[in-house]
Every structure is written in C-alpha cells, then in structure tokens.
C-alpha cells in the first residue's frame, strides 16, 4: 500500500517549472558564464538583488539573498520565548500588545501572516495595520516571513505589514521555493541598511558565498516573464488539492472535527474531537499508509495535526482523508494522562 503524505510541506512533482528552468539555467550559466561559477558576493548576485530591490522599492543594498528559507529554523532558534495565540483571523494582536505592557516586553516578532504555517491563516486587514503601527510605536522589530503570499487562489491580497509599516522596523523576508522550486534554495530577506552591511562578514562565514549558479538561473526565469504565468498555473493546482481536501473532510469529518479553510497556501489545520492524542493516531494511520503532522509538534494541543495538501494528488486526497477518519473514533476513546 503507498503512504498518502499530508505531512510534506512541499509541492507535488507536477507543480515545478522544469523544462523552464532547465533552460534558463543554460542560459545563466552561458551568458554569466564566470559571475555565476566563480565565488561572489556574500550578500548575493547582484543582479537578482537589484530586481528584488526594484520590485519591493527599496536600494538593493537592502537586499540579502540566501541560501533558501526554512520556516523549522527559526521555530527552533525561538523555542522557549513567549509564544502569541492566534485565531481564525490570524496572530491575536490583543495579546501581543499585553505581553508589550509587561516590565520586560519583548523587541522582537517572527510571524507569517499570510497562510500562515502550520495553521494555513491569515492576518486579517485590521489586524495588520494595528501591528503595523505597534511597530512604528512601540519600535518593535518585526520579520514578516512571507514564503506563501503570492500562492493566493482565493480572494483579495492583503498589504504586508512591510508596506503598511514602510520598512523601518519590519523586516521581509520570502523565498521562491514555493512560487518557482524549492530544489533552487533562494529565499531573500529586505533588512535596514546597516544591518544588511553589518551580515556581510557573518555570511561569508558561514557559508563564504552563495548559490550564485541558482540565483542566477531564478533571475533568469524572472526576466523572460515567466513568474506570473508559473503562478497562475500553481494557483489552479493548489486549488484543486485544497478543494479535494475540504470536501472530503466535510464528508468523514463532519460533525465530528473543524478545520481551517485556507485561502491559499499549502496547509490546514484541523482540530480533532476532544481527547484525540493525534500522536497516538498519526502512529496508527502512517501503519494504515498516511501521515501528517501532530499540531503538538508546533506548541498546538494534543488533538490538533497539521494537514499538507501541497503534496499529494487530488484523487490521492480523498482516499487519505477516509483513511484517517476510520481511526478517528478508536483513538479519540484513549484517555490522556
């Protein structure tokens, strides 16, 4: 029996550009030829910074691209420090405002407001602003990681909290792992000036130069005008596995379990009945061949899970979907400690 994965965060073969980008890394490699093969500069190739520095309006000198963009990182870098509750409406701004109050606030803020990972919600229009001026008032510092924002099938985009705030104290960051391949490692970040100047040293230690061969292929892609047609094909795709996904959780789950309905992105997040230890039954259900991620794994409650519908096919979907409910019940009936 073949495993279903809702557990890979990842897009499914058919969603990568690859006769594209097998080109435009020949042409890369062909035009560049020895300033995409030799070392270069630490904070990225400087052409690709300076069409992200056009594209978000800021100097390239702002601009560091990287070797890729993990969301796990920084959830393990921040382990330990206050964690802010969200809901349906995205990161509870309420709250965050208490733990500012407090006598030793907190100067720093990671979120993903846009479908946001692991929970697939989105920050909604007020609540952006409100951060936004929270920034600017408070001089909060801010990294709004933004990997999923341009994957929207469904509604109307929202400011960043970059541009309602202006850049001063928000920092961007996103990547095109999930808009072009992740295979690429190309993730950037737009940072206040000196602290882009003050990374440099700090870069080349670590990894002395970046993918400049990768980079260079991306800007590629970028300059034939292939980005907005790729999205729009991504977009349909994504759709089509997020709508298989809601419509078998309605039909095995109803009644019995919520979930978030995402408006793009690659992830729901589903509730399970009271008392399901989800790790007791993603145990069960990788043994019945599907997996996911238990919603404790992202500081969540025992029986919540993280759904993944990049990954697998639609008609893959609804099989998995069944295969989980039929362990639901015999696992919800295990008492927690």
């Not at 008032?137 to 985009?157: H, K, N, Q, S, T």
């Not at 907005?228 to 019995?256: I, K, S, T």
């Not at 589903?270 to 990788?286: K, M, Y």
């Not at 996911?292 to 409650?301: A, I, R, W």
């Amino acid at each position: 029996m073949e495993t279903i994965s809702f557990a890979r965060g990842v897009p499914a073969p058919e969603l990568l550009p690859i006769e594209e980008l097998a080109d435009c890394a020949k042409t890369a490699i062909e035009r560049d030829g020895a300033a995409a093969l030799l070392y270069g500069h630490t904070l990225g190739y400087q052409p690709l910074r300076e069409w992200i520095g056009e594209r978000h309006g800021v100097d390239p000198a702002r601009v560091v691209v990287t070797n890729g963009s993990t969301y796990d990182r920084p959830r393990k870098i921040l382990n330990g420090f206050d964690e802010v509750p969200l809901d349906d409406d995205g990161l509870d701004v309420d709250e965050l405002e208490r733990l500012l109050d407090r006598d030793s606030p907190p100067a720093f803020l990671y979120t993903i407001p846009t479908f946001q990972n692991p929970a697939g919600v989105t920050l909604s229009e007020e609540r952006r602003r409100r951060l936004a001026e929270l920034a600017d008032v408070r001089a909060l510092r801010i990294l709004e990681d933004d990997p999923y924002g341009l994957v929207r099938f469904e509604g109307e985009p929202l400011p960043t909290l970059f541009e309602l705030e202006g850049g001063r104290n928000v920092m961007y960051s996103s990547s095109f792992s999930k808009t072009i391949a992740p295979g690429l490692r190309v993730g950037y970040v737009v940072l206040p000036e000196e602290i882009a100047a003050g990374l440099e040293d700090l870069v080349a230690s670590t990894y002395i130069s970046p993918a400049l061969v990768t980079q260079a292929t991306v800007l590629e892609f970028l300059r034939r005008g292939l980005l907005e047609p790729n999205l729009e094909r991504v977009r349909g795709l994504l759709r089509d596995r997020r709508d298989a996904m809601l419509e078998a959780l309605e039909r095995e789950l109803r009644g019995q379990a919520r979930w978030s309905r995402p408006e793009g992105g690659y992830f729901l997040w589903l509730e399970l009945p009271e008392g399901t230890d989800a790790t007791e039954l993603l145990g069960r259900a990788t043994a019945a061949g599907v997996t996911f991620v238990p919603g404790s794994d992202f500081g969540g409650e025992q029986s919540s899970a993280r759904l993944a519908f990049s990954f697998a096919a639609p008609s893959e979907i609804g099989e998995g979907v069944s295969r989980l409910a039929r362990l639901v019940p015999a696992v919800a009936a295990v008492k927690l400690p």
